[in-house]
């Protein structure tokens, strides 16, 4: 029944002709987001989170018929969407997302602290993300719903500022005990993916950090290292945003191939992990936790 319930979904996609692109990481956010707010209930929530298409698809309201096996012992069912009823699920949710993306604007434009401002229209812009992708599908469920659609606020202008209050999160990084400032480098780099400003001066965040590269024997077949990093966000007066420490080891034929290893993990730990410790900071300050 489920092979054939997901033909069923991805025969109803075509004949919408669905194609729209999903962020993983940012739908998750503006699922947290919204939840923690209580903008929509739990039922709302768990349609937008597991009424799939295809990887990069999602569709709300989407149901089926009772299931049938024919002869050859094959199921068979029906997914259908009623239009009426789902447009005007759509255009309540996108509506309760506006106001949302709204109040966060009217914060933000009320915040003189450059953390707090940035974090506000960080909120707005990732709820308006995720708002954006439910008008996007209501245009392919009613157009004429879709027509009447007023966000309250430009999509386009709300990404501008949430970049241009990015490039104003100046922010230092150093980091102790770091070979030819291999992890500073990779911190900075996470950082200015997300849009910030890599400086020494004027600074709004500060990133200070230790590290240590060591080897260990575990396989006599091989070399091996252990490596510890330990990373601190702090405000300039010295108030800690976010702690992050985390190690690992890392094995190769040669210690060099066992250190680069080691390397590319921490890479990964620094742009998921650490920049997702920061985006909860943010969040967290956005929704008084």
């Known amino acids: 029944r489920r092979d054939a319930e997901q033909q069923a979904m991805a025969g109803l996609a075509q004949i919408f002709e669905a194609n729209i692109q999903v962020d993983v990481r940012a739908q998750e956010r503006y699922r947290e987001i919204v939840s923690s707010q209580g903008t929509f209930s739990d039922q709302e929530m768990e ?45 309540d949710m996108i509506q309760r997302n506006s106001s949302q993306v709204q109040s966060f604007m009217r914060e933000a434009a009320a915040s003189s602290d450059p953390l707090r401002r940035y974090a506000y229209i960080s909120a707005a812009a990732a709820v308006a993300a995720g708002n954006q992708s439910l008008v996007d599908q209501l245009r392919i469920i009613s157009p004429n719903m879709s027509r009447t659609v007023s966000l309250g606020y ?13 490039e104003k999160m100046r922010v ?22 997300e ?12 990133i200070t950090g230790t590290f240590s590269l060591f080897p260990v024997e575990l396989n006599p077949q091989f070399k091996s290292v252990r490596w510890v990093l330990g990373l601190q966000a702090s405000r300039p007066d010295g108030s800690i945003i976010v702690t ?27 742009e998921n992990s650490f ?6 900071f943010m969040d967290q300050m956005v929704l008084g936790k």
Request: cysteine-free; charged content about 20%.
């Open 195 to 206: 849009g910030y400003s890599i400086t020494q001066e004027s600074t709004v965040m500060n």
């Open 47 to 91: 349609l937008a989170q597991t009424t799939s298409i295809q990887s990069v698809q999602r569709l709300l309201n989407v149901q089926f018929s009772e299931a049938a096996v024919d002869n050859r012992g094959m199921v068979h069912t029906i997914a259908y969407l009623e239009r009426v009823p789902t447009g005007m699920m759509y255009m």
């Open 154 to 166: 430009d999509y386009n202008s709300l990404m501008q500022q949430r970049s241009e209050e990015a």
């Open 172 to 193: 230092s990084v150093s980091v102790s005990g770091d070979h030819q400032d291999r992890i500073q480098n990779v911190v900075s780099q996470a950082l200015s993916a």
């Open 244 to 270: 992050f420490d985390e190690q690992g080891r890392a094995s190769g034929v040669t210690e060099d191939a066992a250190a680069t290893f080691a390397y590319q993990d921490v890479r990964g730990i620094v």
């Open 275 to 280: 920049m997702s410790a920061l985006r909860t």
